[in-house]
């Protein structure tokens, strides 16, 4: 049981290049969640999930897009990557938003932007 | 502006010593939960609490949500080196998001 796979673990890019940030879970949860994480800062949410075929916004969007096609698959999309961007960002998945359930999380990828 | 702040934000201590992180919001929380990070790896959970007052034990950890529901604490007895981590407080404000606090790195020093 895999849990919730990100990919790639480290990437460096250059200013105005573009990426995506591949997640997967495999325990069919309906809500799945983007972080980043930077020092001083805790995790702030980028964009959510609550099931395929819909996403919304969180605390930090811009720059950033989201698509959910699958239930298993949450990848998210720098459409041109700047210095402030880097950071290590979370996946994290819930069976449910409702009631506390946790949040799993991969182990995060870490980008640099040059 | 962060939505939920932590105090401190770092804390090094002798092993044996116990001690206390708060988590603190001007918002309610319907829930709110207590994560630990450790380097290169992701949040795992440690508590979920729901109820204002509630006490939750788990082992030589004790968290407590305020009354209110807009503060949270996590009291540590007798710090073990394995105790060494990120302590990260969440809540669910309203909607469908998940609101982190700013981080405890707590350093146990053998």
């Known amino acids: 049981n895999a849990g919730v796979t990100q990919t790639p673990k480290f990437q460096v890019l250059k200013t105005g290049q573009s990426m995506t940030l591949q997640c997967a879970q495999d325990?069919?949860?309906?809500?799945m969640s983007w972080y980043r994480q930077d020092p001083g800062m805790g995790l702030r949410l980028i964009h959510y999930?609550?099931?395929?075929?819909?996403?919304d916004q969180g605390e930090v969007p811009n720059g950033y897009n989201v698509s959910r096609s699958t239930t298993e698959d949450f990848p998210l999309r720098l459409l041109s990557a700047a210095p402030s961007q880097t950071s290590v960002y979370f996946c994290?998945?819930?069976?449910?938003?409702?009631?506390?359930?946790?949040?799993?999380f991969g182990n995060g990828t870490r980008l640099t932007v040059t | 502006t962060q939505l939920l702040e932590q105090s401190p934000q770092f804390l090094s201590i002798q092993e044996g010593e116990n001690l206390t992180v708060y988590c603190n919001s001007s918002s309610v929380f319907s829930s709110l939960q207590w994560y630990r990070q450790e380097p290169g790896e992701g949040p795992v959970l440690l508590v979920t609490?729901?109820?204002?007052?509630e006490v939750k034990k788990l082992k030589r950890l004790t968290f407590q949500f305020g009354d209110a529901r807009k503060d949270s604490s996590l009291h540590i007895t007798a710090a073990q080196p394995g105790d060494t981590g990120l302590y990260l407080c969440?809540?669910?404000?309203?909607?469908?998001?998940?609101?982190f606090g700013t981080g405890t790195s707590l350093t146990v020093i053998p």
């Open positions: 994290a998945s819930s069976y449910s938003i409702q009631g506390g359930s946790p949040l799993h």
């Open positions: 325990m069919n949860h309906e809500y």
């Open positions: 999930s609550v099931g395929a075929g819909i996403t």
């Open positions: 609490v729901v109820t204002g007052g």
């Open positions: 969440a809540g669910r404000h309203s909607g469908n998001q998940f609101y």
